[in-house]
T-cell receptor
């Protein structure tokens, strides 16, 4: 069935370091892919998304490219800030059918950025 | 900016008791969801709800669970007889689904069953 595998955390970086959080998926057809972020005490917020192969989602300096050949959607940011400290979730939404709304999530990766 | 709210933020209950988790979705949204995350595990889909009925449910969503939209604004998840393994963070989400497919999540309710 559909699933998402996400890099285990926690990840600890210094401010201005480069961030990569790996995410791979298993799905039939052409799912949509998402990164959600959860700041302390808040709900999951959509960070970026991509709906078809080779699409690049971007927001707030974060980027992820939908790679069908490697079934991946890795999250990157060139220079992290302390305010990026949060839990990041990779998710997929299946294409069509009765599961159109359901999201499949990875386990989440805790990112801590030190000044 | 409109947001999804959930109450309570933390609920402690004894095994076998009934609990009701409450959510207020964004007002013009039509699709509603419950997810849960057991500590250290993935966020898992429980159920989706549209037009006053369940549109999809997972294998987790057994007869102990029910959902309701009692008054046009609240969306509730009831667990009839809680088990220790129901301890988790429960997230509500809502979606407009007109053109943009994006689920907006609440902050979650942490349920602890003792």
């Amino acid at each position: 069935g559909d699933s998402v595998t996400q890099m285990e955390g926690p990840v600890t970086l210094s401010e201005e370091a480069f961030l990569t959080i790996n995410c791979t998926y298993t799905a039939t057809g052409y799912p949509s892919l998402f990164w959600y972020v959860q700041y302390p005490g808040e709900g999951l917020q959509l960070l970026l998304k991509a709906t078809k192969a080779d699409d690049k989602g971007s927001n707030k300096g974060f980027e992820a490219t939908y790679r069908k050949e490697t079934t991946s959607f890795h999250l990157e940011k060139g220079s992290v800030q302390v305010s990026d400290s949060a839990v990041y979730f990779c998710a997929l939404r299946a294409e069509g059918g009765s599961t159109l709304g359901r999201l499949y999530f990875g386990r989440g990766t805790q990112l801590t950025v030190w000044p | 900016e409109p947001e999804v709210t959930q109450t309570p933020s933390h609920q402690v209950t004894q095994m076998g008791q009934e609990v009701i988790l409450r959510c207020v979705p964004i007002s013009n949204h039509l699709y509603f969801y419950w997810y849960r995350q057991i500590l250290g595990q993935k966020v898992e889909f429980l159920v989706s709800f549209y037009n006053n009925e369940i549109s999809e449910k997972s294998e987790i969503f057994d007869d102990q669970f029910s959902v309701e939209r009692p008054d046009g604004s609240n969306f509730t998840l009831k667990i009839r007889s809680t088990k220790l393994e129901d301890s988790a963070m429960y997230f509500c989400a809502s979606e407009k689904r007109t053109g943009v497919y994006e689920q907006y999540f609440g902050p979650g309710t942490r349920l602890t069953v003792t």
